[in-house]
C-alpha cells in the first residue's frame, strides 16, 4: 500500500503532457473524485471530442489510409458541440485524406486492488461505458479502462479533394452533436454513481487481503496458457492501448471482466 502511494505521488506531480495541457473541464470533477481516493491514480483522461485528422494519400487507390497517430494532422479538435461552418473552414487547409470522428469519453485510472477496479468498473458500465474493461500489467499494475461504444468515424476527403457533400457534412456534424451531448450526460452519470459508490463503500477497500494474491494467481495461470478469457465486456480495440503505463506490455497483459468473481 505504501508502495502504491508513493508512486501516485510521484505521478500526480508530474507535469501534464497531453496536447491541451491541463484536464478538459467535463472530465475534471471525475479525475479529481478519484485521485482524492487512496486506491486510484488516474493515468490519461479526455472527456470526449470532435476530430478532423488528416493523414497522407492512401496507398490503395480510392481507399483512405489508417491515420497513424505520430504522422496526423489535426485540423479541427472540439470538446464541444461545433457547427458545418467550423467543419468546412478547417477541410479548407486539407490536402491529404480526412476523417471526421467523435471520440467519446475514455478514462484510464491505475487501481490498488482488483476491487477496487471491479467497483470502478461496475459503475461504468452501469453508467453507459459498456466497453471499459481492467487490465493486469506484467508487473502486477492493475488499470481501468472506462470506454464507450458510440464513436463516429467517416473518411471525408481523399488526396485534399472532398468526397461529399456539404449537406451530409451538415448531417454529419448534427449526428456527432446529439453524441457529445449523450456522451455529457454519460459522464455526469458516471460521476453522480461513482460519489455513491464510493461513499456507501466507506472509501473503498485498500487494506491486505487475499486479493492480490489471487490476481497473481490468475495472471501465472493465464499467462502459461496464453489465452484471455472475457465475459460480459469486449477487450480494448486493438491499437488503443498505447496509453498504459511503460512496461504494460499489451501483449502481455491479460483482460479481467466484471463477470470474474474471486
Not at 44 to 69: F, W
Not at 74 to 91: F, K, S
Not at 156 to 164: D, F, I, Y
Request: glycine letters at 8%.
Amino acid at each position: 500500500m505504501a508502495a502504491f502511494g508513493r508512486w501516485k505521488a510521484q505521478r500526480l506531480a508530474r507535469a501534464d503532457c497531453s496536447r491541451r495541457g491541463a484536464l478538459d473541464e467535463r472530465a475534471a470533477g471525475v479525475v479529481r473524485l478519484l485521485n482524492g481516493r487512496a486506491p486510484f491514480c488516474t493515468t490519461s483522461s479526455c472527456s470526449g471530442r470532435l476530430v478532423l485528422a488528416e493523414g497522407g494519400a492512401a496507398a490503395s487507390a480510392g481507399v483512405p489510409a489508417a491515420i497513424p497517430k505520430q504522422r496526423c494532422r489535426w485540423l479541427l479538435v472540439a470538446h464541444e458541440p461545433c457547427g458545418r461552418a467550423d467543419v468546412m473552414a478547417a477541410l479548407e487547409k486539407a490536402t491529404g485524406d480526412v476523417v471526421f470522428k467523435f471520440e467519446p469519453f475514455v478514462l484510464h485510472v491505475l487501481c490498488q486492488e482488483l476491487q477496487d477496479a471491479q467497483l470502478l468498473h461496475s459503475v461504468a458500465v452501469e453508467s453507459g461505458f459498456k466497453n471499459s474493461g481492467i487490465t493486469v500489467g506484467r508487473g502486477g499494475k492493475i488499470m481501468m479502462a472506462v470506454r464507450s461504444t458510440h464513436c463516429l468515424e467517416v473518411p471525408l476527403s481523399h488526396m485534399g479533394k472532398l468526397m461529399v457533400s456539404e449537406e451530409y457534412i451538415e448531417f454529419l456534424v448534427h449526428v456527432a452533436n446529439q453524441k457529445m451531448e449523450e456522451n455529457a450526460r454519460r459522464i455526469d452519470r458516471f460521476y453522480k454513481h461513482l460519489e455513491a459508490a464510493l461513499e456507501a463503500a466507506g472509501g473503498v477497500s485498500s487494506s491486505p487481503s487475499t486479493d492480490t494474491g489471487q490476481v497473481h494467481a490468475v495472471y501465472v495461470r493465464r499467462r502459461k496458457r496464453r489465452t484471455v478469457q472475457m465475459q460480459d465486456v469486449r477487450p480494448f480495440p486493438e491499437g488503443r492501448n498505447e496509453e498504459l503505463e511503460p512496461g504494460d506490455d499489451p501483449e502481455g497483459s491479460l483482460d479481467i471482466f466484471a463477470g470474474i468473481t474471486l
